[in-house]
């Protein structure tokens, strides 16, 4: 058999599926599943998931097996696969007899690379030989969360996965939209027999993530400003160039930061090491260029900040997606500024792409304009973007306090028609000049001076004519034309305002160019902010010792709910968020210490297993009665006591009769006479 060499997954995006580029995630997923790894995927719904491993089953030798609970979610994949040119079918219940017979002479012929099936064609004695025969060599399960019996979704047929997994002993991806934890967890102990697949956690929505842009003024200040108001708290700032991510982070640590730079330019042992710190480190800011970030799994970092724009929205979620992946509120905040615009127009006129692709790359860059100059709910135009429609987030900027908008037919109409008028041969800042009567000897040479637009938009000053510009890009109107050395042209959508048939609303507030707003927000109420601190101090002290990331020891969600529920007893400590059974035995007591003031007694191995649980409170009124009681009711009787584990398999059984305590290990007939009446009472006392 010939091995041919392995397709490029790039290539085949661009030629089978016609996708310019993957989708933020999409490509480490590809190349996981590529590798002939395990793998866990949870992306959101529309987030491309289908693509994760139909791409890969183009790139493998053999057929790669499509389990799918949807009969008609199946022949729609089926259908827009052959309508890109692959070979796909599906064996489902829905098929008819003809359509069965094709199947199974195409997989005969070699011709089939993907084959969706039903999961209840599991249970049938003849599907692993039938997969075997075809040369199967990856499975693919989509809607994975159906193994979850705890889910709505709950498919019985869906548990056989793992023994059909063992049986054919090939790699395995699993995709599901919707995992939280527990469910993760189940998928991985029913269909990767608990041993932990590559997993990607990619949700386009990320509602603790605080979205804020401002235009620049003074942007140093507007980045320490930000800074200091989150103070010990992990965090990154992305600069456009490697001089800038020096200055900046040297900046932070004259400010009293701990702060480090990383950029491509760095020998790779010092950018290793800026890696470890800030992996271990509590409350670092690494002050990088998009080189930093790729593979950092770091849950706990609290900021991120642009201290220029971003090269698109891929680029800019990707970025801001680092903060928070521990589910903690995490904010961010962009800085944006007609310099940075016109960076990223030249680099884009620069780059060796062709035309076309320059233009779309001219478009994605007026698309994250649009985000920075939008007039309501970011994470709606964000969102939106991604093909996701949501209701307004509450956790913007624009949401917590609403832009000032103006009615801006009138100007824009006057843009526009300065554009046309000058043959879509000038970019803004002569195009400004002619709508601001601002006579330049350009303006003089090229006689526009005596145009009809000439001086019409003197209400508004050059800077903020440049405002509208910038927003008129970002509602995509108008675009530089590379091939015109990025004079602007006007696109369809201008058309409509231009001939008086449509309207448009823009922000007052960037064009007058209020004075950027920088919130201050910390992250528990200001009288938990000091006790927050010290459980900090606390859990670094540990994570020293052990030498491991903060986070292994408690997230900071969890020292969070310590501090504003404030613990008083590891029963209580039990019932916080992410604190389990081991973490309490390893780390409960000197948590608690730091929120009570005050040592604990040490809480006996067996009683510590009730930790958190009624049958706890029970352990300590039988200990109670077994005091009251050692020497009888007199005091004068022989000394009797129960061992610490009889005790608690009282709490935990909960006897309601003598002859069901006298069953229970270590209560014989003296005890049971001793002890017996007052520990049923004790026991089923509410």
């Known amino acids: 058999m010939m091995h041919h060499p392995m397709p490029n997954p790039r290539d085949l995006l661009a030629t089978v599926f016609g996708f310019p580029a993957f989708r933020p995630g999409q490509e480490e997923i590809v190349a996981a599943v590529l590798a002939g790894k395990d793998t866990l995927a949870v992306m959101p719904t529309g987030g491309g998931k289908s693509l994760c491993f139909q791409l890969p089953a183009l790139c493998r030798e053999g057929v790669t097996v499509v389990i799918s609970p949807l009969i008609a979610l199946m022949r729609d994949q089926v259908r827009a696969l052959r ?298 135009v964000l969102l939106g973007y991604f093909g996701e429609a949501s209701d307004p987030c509450g956790n913007c900027d624009l949401c917590e306090r609403p832009a000032l908008l103006f009615d801006a037919t009138d100007s824009v109409r006057k843009a526009l028609s300065a554009i046309l008028r000058t043959g879509e041969w000038f970019g803004a800042g002569h195009l400004i000049d002619i709508l601001t009567g601002n006579i330049t000897p350009k303006v003089r040479e090229r006689g526009h001076d005596q145009l009809p637009t000439f001086a019409v938009g003197r209400d508004l000053s050059k800077a903020a004519w440049g405002a509208v510009f910038r927003q008129m890009m970002g509602r995509d109107l108008v675009r530089p034309d590379t091939e015109r050395y990025g004079a602007l042209r006007m696109t369809d959508a201008a058309r409509p305002i231009l001939r008086g048939e449509a309207n448009i609303t823009l922000r007052k507030d960037t064009v007058d160019s209020a004075a950027p707003r920088v919130v201050i927000k910390s992250l528990v109420a200001e009288e938990d902010a000091a006790l927050l601190s010290a459980l900090k101090a606390k859990r670094r002290a ?85 005091l009251d009681l050692a020497r009888g009711l007199d005091g004068a009787g022989k000394l009797l006591s129960c061992t610490q584990s009889t005790l608690r398999q009282i709490a935990e059984r909960k006897p309601s009769t003598l002859s069901e305590l006298a069953y229970i290990q270590g209560m014989n007939e003296q005890k049971l006479e001793r002890f017996g009446d007052a520990f049923l009472v004790a026991v089923n006392e509410v």
């Open 83 to 380: 309508a890109v040119g692959v070979e796909a079918g599906a064996l489902t219940s829905g098929n008819t007899e003809e359509e069965t017979e094709e199947v199974f002479a195409a997989l005969d012929e070699g011709r089939i690379k993907l084959l969706y099936m039903a999961p209840e064609r599991l249970a049938s004695a003849a599907t692993v030989p039938l997969l075997r025969r075809i040369n199967c060599t990856l499975i693919a399960v989509d809607e994975a969360h159906c193994v979850s019996q705890w889910g709505h979704d709950f498919r019985p047929d869906y548990l056989r996965i793992g023994e059909l997994r063992r049986a054919l002993g090939v790699p395995f991806a699993a995709f599901t939209a919707t995992a939280d934890e527990e469910t993760r967890a189940e998928i991985v102990t029913r269909l990767f027999d608990g041993v932990a697949p590559e997993t990607f956690l990619r949700g386009f929505d990320r509602p603790n993530i605080n979205l804020a842009f401002a235009v620049k003024d003074k942007p140093r200040d507007q980045i320490l400003a930000f800074a200091n108001g989150r103070k010990g708290q992990s965090g990154i700032v992305y600069c456009a160039t490697r001089a800038k991510t020096e200055t900046l982070a040297q900046a932070l640590r004259e400010a009293g930061h701990a702060a480090c730079f990383y950029h491509g330019g760095m020998d790779a042992e010092d950018r290793r090491r800026v890696e470890i710190r800030f992996q271990q480190d509590d409350g670092l800011i690494v002050v990088a260029t998009i080189a930093f970030g790729m593979g950092i799994d770091k849950p706990d970092i609290r900021w991120v900040a642009h201290a220029d724009l971003p090269k698109s929205i891929e680029g800019y979620y990707q970025e801001i997606g680092r903060a928070g992946r521990d589910g903690a509120p995490a904010e961010t905040l962009t800085l944006y500024g007609p310099d940075d615009i016109r960076l990223r127009r030249s680099q884009i006129d620069e780059g060796l792409a062709p035309a076309d692709r320059k233009d779309a790359d001219h478009g994605r860059l007026n698309t994250l304009l649009g985000l920075a100059e939008a007039v309501a709910c970011r994470r709606q």
């Open 542 to 626: 540990f994570a020293e010792t052990a030498g491991v990331p903060a986070y292994v020891v408690f997230a900071d969600r969890t020292l969070i709910e310590m501090a504003e529920k404030r613990p008083k007893t590891l029963d209580q400590m039990m019932g916080i968020t992410g604190v389990g059974a081991k973490k309490l035995e390893s780390f409960g007591k000197a948590f608690l210490a730091v929120i009570t003031g005050a040592e604990t007694a040490p809480l006996h191995p067996q009683r510590m297993k009730l930790a958190g649980r009624d049958a706890g409170q029970v352990f300590d009124r039988l200990s109670q009665v077994q």
